[in-house]
């Protein structure tokens, strides 16, 4: 079930766009619903006081006291948000595909769900799946990378044991899928 | 004629105003001549301060010796959204000092955005003997010690209200200070505590309170403990849930089910923190009851929000959050004919997803404008609206008095013709004659003002943000809008020329408010030195104003009148300019 994928040095070769060394957040050319905004007075340095609490996400700029909600009702939100998990982000490659996507586990419900996100993402077919024999009739094959490092196929294990493992994905090409089966 | 107002002996005339209840009504009365003032002046019962600054408490003391129940309010509007820095003010103490002396009689303190410490809640639960009504809405600087001082004093105590305080919690225990004698309760808000009370003292407390009609419990209490509760206050007519969710074994349920049912006065619901939408038809008994219903805590979806509220036929007033969706309201605008008043608040304030969480748009707001005849008062965030859409909404509801629209993102324009919504809001006020309270948004210019300026003749109380491009926007609301009371402004090209050319129409309202404007600090000394009955507070945390450049815009400015003069409880980061401020000299 193993491949030596570590010996493979995957880092190295992957393709991606943008600069080498940054990460690519979010697929290309989407332009993002709210620019950053200033407080509109030049001579007003900095109005944030520190007594002053906002509990912005940090990709947002800082506009204190908007949108005009009272600081209970975030409070709720805040608690609500921390209990439910968190959004669980992970790279999906696809050999050849010049670019990485990423995509929240979370939203899923199962695998059929996933495999055809990362069917319409990456305009391909996945094939059949079976537990014998794998995926059967695709040029790729969906695989992850576990916590132990290792690469699984994906849909062999229960989906809540494989979102808690699962690091990345790759949509492996076929040919070099032949070493993962199905069957530990 | 002055012997007419002489026929009447002081105890009529006392007993004729004692019908007449409303403020206004009352200072007239006070104006038609000397005899009459002096008579009402003793038989007033009732004070509403609007601005606790606006008058020391001697002076109240002094003109209405009888007084039994008194209404402060303190901070501005914006401290509710972090806009005014701690400390600024509002302190109630100097009040119940003052008033625990002159007014042992004192049945009933209602204060809003104040501040009020343990020592004070313990000095009115020793100084006033009858007293009844405890009000402490969006107020802070106490703790639970304070409230132990209220429970175990307090004998004729009939409502404890602390909505959306901030309290220091430091335990539940203050609610078994209440002695086993203590049976007056009517009402009981306590929906703003963090932890438990316990939970047997409030069983026992409300089974041997007959008159109990409110109960607002906190998040703390668990939904399998309501219906034990409940089915010792069978006569409720308001109740705050706790957290909304359980695991519903099924007694639970029959059992929480049945004692809502068994409370046939039950017409207000609130509460419903994390909700469990498997536990709802619990209330689903109610719903045709309910003319009140506040689900802005509850985080399901619009399907179950739908079945629950479409329920309610008779209802009045809805708070909820966004996941109502537009098909949601398409429902609310089918089955809640009476609905008066609407609020749709966010779920995802700060847009953390790229698109919108739900879908709720303008169109949501212009299907219950079109079935709910009655509904006058509305708050309504969402993200995107069109000049159409609020031209529709202003021409379906002529009789809508509070309209406060949000969209989210600032300086959004028509999501259709990408225009500023000048005309949207300008249908508003000139179809709704009766609009008394108006919150704009959205991309707006001079124009929307000129607007409001011309046809907004009862407005009240306005909030702009992120508006308009120059002084001529704020000159048309000062000098229009007669019956402006309150105007606050943030994140707008406002400056000195529509400010001082309006002076006067400042003291015709209770305050002003300005923040990240562009208003100068010589302008706001100009505007201390020539207004004596206006307090002129610059508010700046960046140090002196001195120390800057005249010209260099103030961060906020609290502009209020007052017959109390500068207050002096003011910390290091506000200045009052008075009469010796004079321009030039630093």
């Known amino acids: ?184 | 004629m002055r012997r007419m107002a002489y026929s009447f002996p002081e105890e009529v005339l006392e007993h004729v105003f004692s019908f007449i209840q409303s403020d206004n009504d009352r200072n007239s009365i006070s104006l038609v001549c000397k005899s009459w003032y002096e008579v009402e002046r003793w038989c007033r019962r009732k004070i509403f301060v609007g601005n606790c600054y606006s008058v020391c408490p001697s002076m109240v003391i002094k003109r209405f010796p009888e007084v039994r129940s008194i209404e402060l309010k303190g901070k501005p509007h914006f401290a509710d959204f972090n806009l005014v820095p701690e400390g600024w003010g509002g302190y109630v103490y100097p009040w119940i000092t003052a008033m625990a002396s002159s007014y042992p009689w004192l049945q009933e303190i209602r204060l809003k955005r104040m501040v009020i410490t343990d020592d004070c809640l313990e000095l009115i639960a020793k100084s006033f003997k009858n007293f009844n009504v405890l009000v402490l809405s969006s107020c802070e600087g106490f703790s639970t010690d304070g409230l132990v001082a209220i429970a175990a004093n307090c004998r004729n105590l009939r409502e404890l209200d602390l909505r959306e305080s901030e309290v220091e919690d430091f335990n539940g225990h203050w609610l078994s200070h209440f002695p086993d004698t203590y049976t007056s309760l009517v009402s009981l808000n306590i929906s703003c505590l963090g932890s438990e009370v316990s939970f047997s003292a409030l069983e026992r407390l409300v089974g041997r309170c007959p008159n109990l009609r409110t109960l607002r419990l906190n998040r703390a209490v668990p939904l399998d403990r309501i219906a034990n509760l409940l089915s010792r206050v069978p006569q409720l007519v308001e109740l705050g849930t706790g957290a909304y969710s359980s695991e519903m074994r099924p007694e639970v349920f029959s059992n929480l089910a049945g004692a809502v049912t068994h409370c046939k006065q039950l017409s207000s619901l609130s509460g419903f923190w994390d909700v469990n939408p498997a536990c709802l038809p619990a209330v689903y008994p109610t719903c045709t009851r309910l003319t009140s219903l506040n689900l802005s805590y509850a985080t399901i979806q619009s399907p179950e929000l739908t079945k629950l509220v479409s329920q309610c036929h008779n209802l009045q007033c809805l708070w909820v959050l966004d996941y109502i969706e537009d098909s949601g309201l398409e429902a609310i605008a089918a089955s809640c004919k009476d609905l008066r008043e609407l609020r749709v608040f966010p779920s995802d304030p700060f847009g953390v997803e790229v698109e919108p969480n739900v879908s709720l748009t303008e169109q949501g707001l212009v299907s219950v404008s079109e079935g709910c005849s009655k509904l006058q008062s509305v708050l309504y965030f969402c993200r995107q609206m069109s000049n159409a859409a609020l031209i529709t909404i202003a021409r379906n509801r002529p009789n809508m008095t509070r309209f406060r629209l949000c969209i989210i993102e600032p300086r959004t324009p028509d999501y259709l013709t990408l225009q500023p919504l000048d005309m949207g809001f300008g249908a508003i006020v000139e179809h709704c004659k009766d609009l008394q309270r108006l919150s704009l948004s959205g991309l707006l210019t001079d124009r929307v003002f000129e607007y409001i300026g011309t046809y907004a003749n009862k407005l009240e109380m306005l909030s702009v943000a992120f508006a308009g491009d120059s002084d001529l926007g704020l000159h048309h609301i000062l000098s229009g809008c007669e019956n402006l009371r309150k105007l606050e402004i943030r994140d707008c090209p406002f400056g000195d020329k529509a400010l001082l050319a309006n002076a006067a129409k400042l003291e015709t309202m209770r305050s002003l408010w300005m923040s990240s404007c562009s208003v100068s600090y010589g302008a706001c000394k100009l505007l201390g030195q020539k207004m004596p009955r206006l307090n002129v507070e610059v508010i700046d945390e960046r140090g002196p104003p001195d120390s800057r450049p005249e010209s260099c815009h103030v961060e906020k400015l609290y502009i209020y009148r007052t017959v109390a003069g500068a207050r002096l409880d003011m910390p290091d980061f506000v200045w009052t300019m008075d009469e010796d401020s004079a321009v030039g000299l630093s």
């Open chain 1, 1 to 184: 079930m193993m491949m030596l994928e570590k010996d493979l040095n995957l880092d190295a070769t992957e393709l991606r766009l943008g600069l080498p060394g940054t990460q690519d957040e979010d697929q290309p050319a989407v332009t993002k619903k709210r620019p950053l905004l200033h407080t509109n007075q030049t001579s007003n340095a900095n109005n944030i006081s520190s007594h002053q609490e906002e509990i912005d996400p940090p990709s947002k700029a800082q506009l204190v006291g908007w949108p005009p909600i009272r600081s209970y009702r975030k409070n709720s939100f805040q608690t609500k948000k921390s209990e439910a998990e968190a959004a669980l982000y992970v790279k999906v490659s696809m050999d050849g595909a010049p670019y990485l996507r990423k995509i929240d586990l979370k939203v899923y419900k199962g695998y059929p769900e996933l495999l055809k996100a990362m069917e319409e993402m990456f305009k391909f077919k996945v094939g059949e799946y079976c537990e014998r024999e794998g995926y059967n009739g695709s040029d790729y094959v969906p695989t992850y990378e576990d916590k132990d490092g290792d690469w699984m196929l994906v849909g062999d294990v229960p989906w809540d044991m494989f979102t808690t493992s699962c690091k990345r994905l790759r949509l492996m090409k076929g040919s070099e899928a032949k070493g993962l089966g199905c069957g530990m």
